[in-house]
């Protein structure tokens, strides 16, 4: 799928209204590909970040719901404000994007498991992923498949996952945008990229917004991997991993597995705050880390690239893939990659 970097342009007929909602950019584009939002001029580092209060997923949040956000890879997208969504209309989007996968099919569009195959697209709520009342309720779309042939009673299953969320979002964002913007910064998806750019380029056809690849930046990992470092969960907790990619070629990873409980003790002693998380203290971390390395192995990781890390609560790729592990602070890690997502749609 391609994803150009060069910036869009915004139609005439809707400057004026675009105006008023500056950082955003939005377009239309024809269906075929998903196209990148305008990335930043220079990337904002942030000197500390707060740790979101937690936040338990509601009782209305479906626990089978639930269960569809957990142990799977997602791959990341950041969206700018959809123009003219309604949340009273999510049976009618559902027939329209049925329409247009049928559509792109019958163009000979490859989709997955062949051409016999009758796909439905259906949108729903997700009530319980939010950081604060203010923030706007989370959408599900997914893309479901049945074979014309299969017995009477078979159940269509799921070929395709979608969600947009935003869990606390800035309030400076959210009262900037007129009542007409539904601004959702975090896209989530999980399977076939052609369903993704059917899906997206719909989205940009009908709400007038654009998409970009979220790639998470080796120093957002150091950030993720300090934050999640304190958050406790119920069950197996996983071993905390760090892997480095080293600049050589031909190419080599090295991993660095921790006892979770040793990577907690190290940050509890660098953490000065349990409200805030400062650079000088994320760096110092990882310079507890590159020094103990260094003492067993006399390899230098500061010389090397940080591309995932894995904790109790999640695991996070630099590609822009993470996978969800628990339930437990799903919301507050959804927080942070939607900081991370709106900083790349911002410029």
């Not at 590909?33 to 979101?52: A, D, E, G, H, N």
């Not at 010389?303 to 590609?319: D, F, I, N, R, W």
Request: proline letters at 6%; aromatic letters at 10%.
């Amino acid at each position: 799928m391609q994803t150009p970097t060069d910036g869009v342009s915004t139609p005439q007929s809707t400057s004026v209204l675009r105006s008023s909602i500056a950082p955003y950019q939005n377009s239309r584009y024809p269906i075929g590909s998903l196209t990148s939002t305008r990335r930043r001029s220079s990337y904002r580092i942030p000197s500390k970040r707060k740790i979101p209060q937690s936040t338990p997923i509601q009782e209305t949040f479906d626990p089978q719901k639930a269960a569809l956000l957990l142990q799977k890879q997602w791959t990341l997208y950041s969206v700018t404000p959809m123009y003219d969504f309604s949340y009273t209309k999510l049976k009618e989007y559902s027939k329209h994007l049925s329409a247009t996968i049928v559509a792109e099919k019958q163009k000979g569009v490859a989709v997955d498991l062949g051409s016999d195959v009758a796909f439905k697209a259906n949108f729903s709520c997700l009530p319980g992923l939010k950081g604060k009342e203010s923030d706007p309720t989370a959408i599900l779309v997914q893309i479901t498949g049945k074979s014309p042939i299969s017995k009477p009673g078979t159940e269509e299953r799921i070929v395709w996952t979608g969600w947009f969320c935003g869990p606390y979002t800035e309030d400076e964002i959210l009262e900037v945008l007129p009542e007409t913007f539904t601004c959702l910064p975090l896209f989530l998806t999980n399977g076939s990229e052609s369903f993704t750019a059917i899906v997206g380029t719909w989205f940009q056809q009908a709400f007038d917004c654009c998409f970009g690849k979220l790639v998470i930046r080796s120093l957002d990992l150091r950030w993720l991997a300090a934050m999640w470092a304190g958050y406790e969960v119920q069950g197996h907790v996983p071993t905390t991993e760090l892997v480095f990619s080293v600049p050589v070629e031909p190419h080599m990873d090295i991993s660095f597995a921790i006892h979770p409980e040793d990577f907690k003790t190290l940050w509890n002693d660098i953490q000065k705050s349990k409200d805030e998380v400062t650079v000088e203290e994320v760096e110092h971390l990882f310079q507890c880390l590159y020094s103990h390395f260094f003492r067993h192995f006399k390899i230098h990781l500061s010389a090397t690239q940080l591309v995932k890390v894995t904790v109790a609560v999640a695991s996070a790729h630099c590609e822009g893939k993470v996978k969800f592990l628990s339930k437990d602070h799903l919301v507050r890690v959804l927080g942070f990659l939607t900081e991370i997502a709106v900083n790349n749609i911002q410029y």
